[in-house]
């Protein structure tokens, strides 16, 4: 948006030809006291926003595809969707490029504590988890046909790229951005735990030394939002979303828990049956095939 000189969007008002760059360090920059602040209440409001803002997005996209481009009506959208190929020239390709992002969203086994700690009655996690993942699931199926139907080969890692630069649309792009925002140290948080545990130690996090725990904590999260930022160079959106996704929340969600399993089974005595065994052994030989394709077919893009 800083960049467009054909539309007077609030972003080039604010920051003209500011390069993708600046943009990537300044996020760095907000998301780093962010990403310390341990009392995750404080993004109740954002994250009430966050949710306003990506229905937004999806009615706005939606109602832009319908009457502005291509126009016509959802109609077109379905007649379109008919005359794609049903099946992709590559599989493998296919499997490689969007297996990772799949994980993104929806393999959050591990990224559930923070909510877990968060939730006011712990035994309603498991049906308010279900629902919301269920209900995700639904409308981004919904939305993706929609949108694929509408912008064909032109679809864009991030749809709402597809749409102009207008004054409303461009404050609606915002608010995702505020959404995104606000929303990586929740994320962040579980990485983060499981870091200052093995660089800093259990016993120092919880230690009485307030000022030199302090000071380890910070660099932790610092190298973590460093690398975050130099992963952003890789490439676009889509691309690192999938990388990440197939790497990390592949192996978090298909590998590491059998191996935990096996592990804990192994040192308390206790002896798996041969059913489950097998089981657990496919399971991590299911996600290893896996996070080895995605790393290949990602990694691809980038040679």
């Excluded at 005359?83 to 993104?104: E, H, N, V």
């Excluded at 949108?147 to 102009?164: H, I, K, M």
């Excluded at 660099?219 to 999938?242: P, S």
């Excluded at 290893?288 to 990602?298: G, I, L, N, P, R």
Aim: charge should be negative; charged fraction near 10%.
């Amino acid at each position: 948006m800083s960049a467009d000189v054909n539309t007077e969007n609030i972003v080039r008002m604010i920051a003209p030809d500011m390069s993708a760059a600046n943009w990537e360090l300044g996020a760095a920059a907000v998301l780093y006291p962010l990403s310390l602040i341990r009392d995750y209440s404080i993004f109740a409001f954002t994250s009430a926003l966050g949710v306003f803002a990506v229905i937004g997005g999806i009615v706005v996209t939606l109602a832009y595809g319908i009457f502005v481009e291509p126009g016509g009506g959802l109609s077109v959208s379905i007649n379109s969707i008919e005359t794609l190929p049903m099946w992709p020239s590559s599989f493998g390709a296919a499997f490689g490029g969007s297996f990772g992002t799949i994980c993104y969203l929806f393999a959050i086994n591990f990224l559930t504590f923070p909510i877990i700690n968060s939730i006011k009655e712990p035994r309603e996690y498991n049906e308010a988890v279900s629902k919301a993942v269920g209900g995700v699931w639904v409308v981004n199926v919904a939305f993706a046909i929609i949108a694929l139907g509408f912008y064909r080969e032109d679809t864009q890692d991030l749809v709402l790229a597809n749409l102009s630069n207008g004054p409303y649309l461009s404050a609606l792009k915002l608010l995702l951005c505020v959404d995104l925002l606000f929303t990586f140290p929740i994320v962040f948080s579980s990485g983060r735990q499981i870091l200052e545990n093995a660089l800093v130690g259990a016993d120092e996090v919880e230690s009485s030394d307030v000022e030199a725990t302090a000071l380890q904590r910070a660099g932790v999260v610092g190298g973590a939002v460093g690398f975050c930022y130099a992963l952003a160079q890789l490439g676009g959106f889509g691309a690192v979303a999938n990388l990440v996704g197939g790497v990390a929340q592949g192996t978090l969600a298909f590998i590491m828990p059998p191996a935990i399993a096996l592990s804990l089974a192994e040192k308390s005595g206790e002896e798996i049956k041969g059913q489950e065994k097998v089981l657990l052994y496919g399971l991590a030989a299911f996600g290893t095939t896996c996070v080895a394709c995605v790393t290949y077919f990602t990694a691809s893009e980038f040679i």
